[in-house]
């Protein structure tokens, strides 16, 4: 019987080798994507009060009639209070459209300064944002929301545009829902 000669057995193995090398290459240049900083910054002014604006900021709930939020997602929400003053640790998911992002609060000055960072938010990362609120000269209030981020190189194409336009969205919805809804004086 004849048989064809088989190939060295260093061969196989060095294919081997370099097939396992050349896989995990491009899994570490696919996981170690650089990530690019990014900011956002919105001021906007309200008639209304800081202690009417403030009393919004930190209610989770009622996020969804002023922002451009969807819902409270209450079951990922952890440490909310019930009598609608969150604070510093609680985190507040909130849904839009099939998207759900976490916010965990990270600092509170009592009608002044609420912030927080990304507790589960998949497309940006190092999400830090601060909402300050300066009285002004009437009996309005300044709103000031501003942030940083991160996101993929891909997602840093249209994500800051995006991002910026959401937050002044945001920021005039809560002055115009704060307005409609001050108490009477």
């Given at each position: 019987?004849?048989t064809?000669?088989?190939?060295p057995?260093?061969?196989a193995?060095r294919?081997?080798?370099n097939?396992?090398f050349l896989?995990?290459?491009?899994?570490?240049i696919h996981?170690q994507e650089?990530?690019t900083?990014h900011?956002?910054?919105?001021?906007?002014?309200?008639?209304?009060?800081?202690?009417?604006?403030w009393?919004l900021?930190?209610d989770a709930?009622?996020w969804?009639?002023?922002?451009?939020?969807d819902?409270?997602d209450?079951?990922r929400?952890?440490g909310?209070d019930?009598?609608g003053?969150?604070?510093v640790?609680?985190?507040?998911?909130?849904?839009?459209?099939?998207?759900v992002?976490?916010?965990?609060?990270t600092?509170?000055v009592?009608?002044?300064l609420?912030?927080y960072?990304d507790?589960f938010?998949t497309?940006?990362?190092?999400?830090?944002?601060?909402?300050e609120?300066?009285p002004?000269?009437?009996s309005?209030?300044?709103?000031?929301w501003h942030g940083?981020?991160?996101?993929?190189w891909l997602?840093?194409w249209?994500m800051p545009?995006y991002l910026q336009?959401?937050?002044?969205g945001?920021a005039?919805?809560?002055?115009r829902?704060a307005e409609e809804?001050?108490?009477?004086?």
């Amino acid at each position: 019987m004849i048989t064809a000669p088989r190939e060295p057995s260093h061969v196989a193995v060095r294919y081997r080798v370099n097939h396992v090398f050349l896989a995990g290459y491009a899994t570490r240049i696919h996981s170690q994507e650089p990530f690019t900083m990014h900011r956002y910054d919105v001021t906007v002014t309200t008639g209304a009060s800081p202690e009417t604006v403030w009393k919004l900021l930190v209610d989770a709930a009622s996020w969804p009639l002023w922002s451009k939020v969807d819902s409270l997602d209450r079951a990922r929400s952890v440490g909310l209070d019930p009598g609608g003053d969150d604070g510093v640790g609680a985190v507040r998911a909130f849904r839009t459209g099939r998207t759900v992002t976490g916010e965990r609060l990270t600092e509170k000055v009592e009608r002044r300064l609420l912030a927080y960072e990304d507790a589960f938010n998949t497309p940006m990362h190092s999400y830090h944002a601060r909402i300050e609120l300066t009285p002004t000269a009437g009996s309005g209030t300044v709103i000031h929301w501003h942030g940083t981020y991160e996101t993929s190189w891909l997602m840093g194409w249209y994500m800051p545009r995006y991002l910026q336009k959401f937050m002044q969205g945001m920021a005039e919805g809560l002055a115009r829902y704060a307005e409609e809804h001050k108490p009477a004086q």
